[in-house]
DNA sequence: ACTGTGTTCTTCTAGACAGCATGTC
DNA sequence: CTAGAAGAACACAGT
């Protein structure tokens, strides 16, 4: 069919589609508009990577637009949300508003009920769903990219539960998901009461092949020689024969997969030194700037690894970058400057990143739970070999799998080229996944019954896969008493009714189990504040940093030990008897105990024990002892306490950030990427912020010793310098030179010295200006203002509660700022 | 003394979603 | 039982 002969779009989209070039559809999407694709009908469409998926998934929002809907595009990562958002942005002259909401990012603007096509993650719209966004019930459209993730483990059951309530809330709801090639794609389509498209057409041909000895050996039966030299070298052979190209070719870029951050890395400093030689001069230069701008990202060992690499045109991806490191790569990559990724499986399943050709150097990963090395799911390396073939530049793509001997090779042709992708399997039934989706059905009035959850459930692919529905039920009897038990649910004859508490947790996203954890320590803290804080004030170890100074802090911001007073004859001081007049200057609970607390929930992706770490830190428990809200299990009986050694570990990362260590510092001291400090801090930050609110709703007076923990671990400072930090443009370095010199506030941003406030911005005028600006200062203009007029006295020594070792290593943290 | 090469031993292991509420003198 | 690569540490031979 031709686009222009399609009907039902908004007017001119037929035209503008010819404009760019899409004059014909693809045979899938001919096949999709057959089944009613944009006359709403439900459509599930498997088919390869990169072969007009998204055509398919405009058409349907397009015309259901048109219709007068509103569409709704669910992905599952962020970055892929910002990635479609900028995509569908084309066809705003046409009168179509679009819209992103994930958890770090919300489209500005008016409100997303005036969008036509919102963009979101799955969770997102889960949480919107159980918060009752007021456009929910006005969507007629729901897109479900990548919809194979269903089969995973932890965050399947979410989309499959958010797609079902969306489906209840709208029965004649459309729902187009897009799939990569499965086994068993019918079920799904049986599931959504969808017709199915299957396919395995792509628009640009797809050799796969394996290499062994010194020849690919391709599916179609072509061999193409690839010398490997002396010393086993597969890989970088390949990657110079892709860039050497058949002569008239274009050089060919390469994506090579292991399987591990760590091979990534090393197999990126040895093809840099292939790529190298395949630069220009032109691009030596411009691939010097971009190496610049990596080690502008983050001051560490990891940003200066990739920086080296990039110079010379390769680069390793890992989840490990800063997400500022990642997009600079894939941005590169995709024209054409880096000529090869080394990735770890981020890459397959991340924004759009094609390449001549892909290496699939290990097809086998480490799993501990299967206690070896696992061979990857077919699925994975078909999505990795998927990432082969740029549109436009290349006449067909190449995936090639390593082996080092002909029986291996033989294998691997068996296992991943000719082999189909597996069935996917929901993983709905798993007692964490019901603990979180239950409360959430029940809270947000989905259900009221046990047999109404039932119900609901049986709407699920679980259902529609499942042959014994006894299963379900039993693991909803468990988790609908573990969620009574807790106090989240209670049950008034037939009826279950989320209590306060069970509507905050589900509106908060936290898992139960979490928000369970939390409430505990919390009233635990409560209860042992007084005997605690003895033990604490006993102490004169170096630990005792939040027992400082009168916060000349934040108005409205209240220190716990202010509040004894206040809460003396409340509940929650009455337990620790008649010592709640105990006097202390110290906060309780300190800031490592929340950081510990949040940790061990399950929402928090704890770090690795690594060897040396034990010993470490089970001293470090002893040590700190008081600090924790919570019977700490033993060491010698609790198998629980490797788990609560590695949340010790992880809290240390949070404090070590909240103390202002050097970013530099932490990634070596706990073996980390700037990446994932990052995700620690975000994670820490979402579950403070939970946890502060279930304090304030169970009248815990711990509210703003939790407070003041998410805001230290926000901005990365040391409350002194919270109030400065809050200001736009100032973050922790800047904060902290502000202070050394001085100017200890918003306040003093307003009224102190224009010199010395440009001198300790290291005379940036420009910078200086804005950060005044953004402190509400009148004048913020630094013109003809002389940074070396600045007072000697610029860093006046008050902050004397700093021992002499945190003070040198706090400097030393500021030395590398730029 | 220095350097290159071969051998053994230790170490370590992918990824990443979510709340809330907006600001100022 | 259901691992294997990288890199450090070490040993040794050649210059």
Request: glycine share 8%; with cysteine; net charge negative.
């Amino acid at each position: 069919m031709r686009t222009a002969d399609l009907t039902g779009l908004p007017e001119g989209i037929p035209e503008a589609l010819h404009d760019e070039g899409i004059e014909e559809l693809y045979p899938p999407q001919d096949e999709a508009v057959e089944a009613g694709l944009t006359d709403g009908e439900s459509l599930v469409a498997a088919v390869p990577t990169a072969s007009g998926k998204t055509l398919v998934a405009e058409l349907a929002m397009l015309s259901s637009v048109a219709r007068g809907g509103k569409a709704l595009y669910i992905v599952p990562l962020r970055a892929l949300a910002s990635e479609k958002k900028a995509e569908f942005e084309r066809w705003e002259e046409y009168g179509i508003d679009v819209g992103v909401s994930t958890g770090n990012y919300e489209s500005s603007g008016e409100w997303l009920s005036s969008r036509d096509i919102i963009v979101a993650t799955s969770e997102k719209v889960d949480s919107l769903v159980r918060n009752n966004a007021a456009w929910m019930d006005q969507l007629s459209c729901v897109v479900a990219d990548e919809v194979h993730l269903v089969n995973d483990r932890h965050r399947g059951p979410t989309l499959e539960v958010t797609l079902a309530k969306l489906r209840q809330l709208n029965p004649s709801l459309q729902v187009v998901a897009l799939s990569a090639t499965v086994g068993n794609a019918g079920e799904v389509a049986d599931w959504l009461d969808a017709s199915l498209v299957h396919s395995d057409w792509r628009p640009i041909d797809l050799k796969m092949g394996v290499h062994y000895g010194n020849a690919i050996t391709f599916d179609d039966g072509s061999q193409r020689e690839v010398p490997v030299g002396k010393g086993d070298r597969q890989t970088p052979a390949l990657v110079a024969d892709a860039l050497e190209g058949d002569g008239d070719d274009d050089q060919g870029s390469s994506l090579v997969f292991v399987n591990s951050r760590r091979n990534a890395e090393s197999a990126a400093r040895r093809m840099a030194g292939v790529t190298e030689q395949y630069i220009t001069g032109d691009e030596r230069s411009e691939l010097a700037e971009l190496a610049a701008e990596i080690r502008d990202v983050s001051d560490t060992e990891t940003s200066e690894d990739l920086a080296k690499a990039v110079a010379k045109g390769a680069a390793f991806h890992h989840a490990g970058l800063a997400s500022e490191h990642r997009t600079l790569v894939e941005d590169a990559f995709r024209d054409r400057l880096i000529k090869c990724i080394c990735a770890t499986p981020t890459l397959a399943a991340g924004v759009n990143t094609p390449s001549r050709r892909v290496v699939v150097r290990d097809w086998q990963r480490y799993d501990g739970d299967y206690g070896g090395m696992k061979p990857l799911d077919v699925l994975e390396v078909h999505q990795m070999m998927g990432r082969a073939g740029r549109p436009g530049l290349d006449p067909y793509g190449e995936a090639v799998l390593l082996s080092k001997d002909a029986d291996s090779r033989d294998e691997l042709f068996e296992r991943y080229i000719w082999a189909d992708a597996e069935d996917v399997h929901s993983k709905l039934a798993a007692e964490p996944a019901l603990r979180t989706h239950l409360l959430a059905t029940v809270a947000s009035g989905f259900a009221h019954t046990r047999e109404g959850l039932l119900e609901f459930l049986d709407q699920t692919l679980y259902a529609t896969q499942t042959d014994d529905p006894g299963r379900l039920e039993q693991v909803t009897d468990r988790v609908l008493d573990y969620l009574e038990v807790n106090g989240f649910i209670e049950f008034e004859d037939q009826t279950i009714r989320a209590t306060p508490v069970g509507h905050t947790v589900s509106r908060l996203y936290l898992d139960p189990m979490s928000a369970a954890e939390i409430i505990d320590g919390l009233r635990w803290a409560a209860d042992h504040r007084t005997e605690k804080l003895r033990a604490l004030e006993g102490e004169t170890t170096s630990t005792s940093r939040s027992a400082e100074s009168e916060p000349d802090t934040t108005a409205g911001f209240q220190r716990a030990s202010d509040m004894v007073a206040a809460a003396g004859d409340e509940e929650g001081g009455d337990s620790a008897g008649d010592d709640s007049d105990f006097e202390s200057d110290r906060t309780y609970p300190t800031t490592l105990g929340l950081y510990h607390l949040v940790c061990r929930t399950p929402d928090m992706y704890q770090l690795y024990l690594k060897s040396g770490d034990r010993d470490t830190y089970t001293e470090l428990c002893y040590e700190r002892e008081p600090e924790f809200l919570g019977r700490v299990p033993s060491e010698y009986e609790d198998v629980a306490f490797e788990d609560w050694l590695s949340a010790l570990k992880t809290a240390r990362l949070l404090e070590d950030w909240s103390d202002e260590v050097d970013e530099d510092r932490i990634t070596e001291r706990y073996g980390v990427g700037p990446g994932d400090i990052r995700g620690k801090v975000e994670t820490a930050e979402w579950l403070l912020g939970a946890a502060e609110r279930l304090a304030s709703e169970l009248d815990l007076e711990s509210v703003y010793a939790v407070r003041e923990a998410k805001m230290r671990v926000q901005y990365g400072v040391n409350e002194e310098l919270l109030d400065l930090a809050g200001v736009r443009g100032v973050g922790r370095k800047r904060a902290r030179r502000l202070y050394e010199a001085g100017v200890e506030s918003r306040a003093d941003l307003r009224e102190a010295g224009k010199s010395r406030i440009l001198a300790a911005l290291r005379g940036r005028r420009k910078t200086a200006e804005n950060i005044l600006e953004a402190a509400g200062r009148k004048d913020p203009s630094m013109d003809e203002i002389d940074e070396s007029d600045a007072p000697d006295d610029a860093v006046p020594d008050d902050t004397g509660f700093e021992t002499a070792k945190e003070r040198s290593d706090q400097q030393a943290s500021l030395g590398d700022f730029e």
